[in-house]
């Protein structure tokens, strides 16, 4: 059964700092991986799909790498500013359908 | 890209009452359609697989006497939760692949919060 973890679980930074968000999966036999964002009470705002073929993607200050032989992705967030505070999310999408299995997410507050 | 709406955004009833939630997709045909439950300050929990023209599919430990889910159409999707009780408050969401069974991108509905009294 697929499991995945993020770390950390939340984050308080200053605006105008670049930072890392971890995701780590058990299960290495996955189809893509997909970086979500969600707001208090919304629900998910999709940033990010990486297929299993590639490394990475990038969009705006956003980059998401995958790894799939180590388990891991990570996105990375270039000169956050308060409007990015939200919680962000990763899933593993199995290679058999379209199931998503969802982390914990990581919980990030930029202070102005 | 893609839109999926959930109808209602919010509801409130009566412990005992059943509820029922719409899942649509609006622009593509969905014959697979996820839902998720969010409890607060939790991930999302995959409850069931909803196949158009067939049985849903449950994750384990979801009741499906409970979590009634009907896909009567390639873009309609409804989860029933039935006999209701407070601890079934929480955050509905659904999910479709444009393109099922290929590990495509989902696209998700904005959810729908259900507060049971």
Request: proline share 5%.
């Amino acid at each position: 059964k697929q499991e995945v973890t993020q770390i950390p679980a939340a984050l308080s930074v200053p605006e105008g700092e670049n930072l890392v968000l971890n995701c780590s999966f058990t299960d290495s036999a996955i189809y893509n991986l997909q970086w979500f964002r969600q707001d208090p009470g919304k629900g998910l705002t999709s940033l990010l799909l990486i297929q299993s073929s590639q490394r990475e993607q990038t969009s705006g200050r956003l980059n998401a790498s995958l790894d799939k032989s180590s388990g891991r992705s990570t996105l990375y967030i270039a000169a956050s500013q308060p409007g990015d505070s939200a919680t962000y999310l990763c899933a593993a999408i199995e290679t058999s359908g379209s199931r998503l299995t969802f982390g914990e997410g990581t919980q990030l507050t930029v202070n102005p | 890209g893609a839109v999926v709406s959930q109808h209602p955004s919010w509801v409130i009833c009566k412990s005992g009452t059943s509820v029922k939630i719409e899942c649509r997709s609006l622009d593509f045909q969905a014959t697979t359609m996820f839902w998720y439950r969010q409890f607060p300050k939790q991930s999302l929990m995959l409850m069931a697989t909803s196949n158009e023209g067939s049985k849903a599919t449950y994750e384990q430990g979801v009741e499906k006497d409970k979590f009634l889910i009907n896909h009567a159409s390639l873009t309609l999707s409804t989860l029933t939760v039935t006999s209701a009780h407070p601890e079934d408050s929480s955050f509905y969401i659904c999910s479709a692949p444009k393109i099922p069974g290929k590990g495509g991108e989902q696209y998700f509905g904005p959810g729908t919060r259900l507060t049971v009294t």
